[in-house]
């Protein structure tokens, strides 16, 4: 084989032309991502994009847009319980799922209905 897989680089998730702020608020405030500054080029098309540890979550906007119901990012968290709290205490919905043994995950709906999982590993 002549190429290796090295990593993800970024999760892109769509949401409503126009939601900049909601998505800034949800990904920023509520989730304490830091926004980064988008390529100058890339600026006109809407969207924002934040920075997640070594990663990033590129939200774009469509004028058709269908939230991500299945597909989503898994987020390695530390203090998963914290999560939780956060999400609750701003209003969102959170959902457990106990079914891998090795980790703990919550899942929840963005602004935009789009789906986005925490996880904790034991």
Same mark, same amino acid.
């Given at each position: 084989m002549g190429?290796?897989?090295?990593?993800?680089?970024? &999760?892109?998730l769509?949401?409503?032309?126009g939601s900049e702020d +909601?998505?800034?608020?949800?990904?920023?405030? &509520?989730?304490?991502? =830091?926004?980064? +500054? =988008?390529?100058?080029k890339?600026?006109?098309?809407?969207?924002?994009?934040?920075?997640?540890?070594?990663?990033e979550?590129h939200i774009g906007?469509e004028?058709?847009?269908?939230?991500?119901? =299945?597909a989503?990012?898994?987020?390695?968290?530390k203090?998963?319980?914290?999560v939780r709290r956060?999400?609750?205490?701003?209003? !969102?919905?959170?959902?457990?799922?106990?079914?891998?043994?090795?980790?703990?995950?919550?899942?929840?709906?963005?602004?935009f209905?789009?789906?986005?999982?925490?996880?904790?590993? !034991?």
């Amino acid at each position: 084989m002549g190429f290796e897989m090295i990593g993800i680089d970024h &999760v892109q998730l769509a949401a409503p032309k126009g939601s900049e702020d +909601e998505a800034r608020k949800f990904y920023g405030e &509520v989730l304490s991502l =830091k926004e980064m +500054e =988008k390529p100058e080029k890339l600026k006109a098309g809407g969207g924002c994009w934040f920075h997640c540890g070594s990663h990033e979550i590129h939200i774009g906007v469509e004028n058709e847009f269908s939230p991500a119901l =299945k597909a989503h990012p898994g987020i390695v968290v530390k203090n998963i319980e914290e999560v939780r709290r956060t999400l609750e205490e701003n209003g !969102y919905k959170v959902q457990e799922d106990t079914r891998i043994e090795d980790r703990k995950r919550i899942f929840v709906n963005d602004p935009f209905g789009n789906r986005v999982e925490f996880l904790e590993y !034991y």
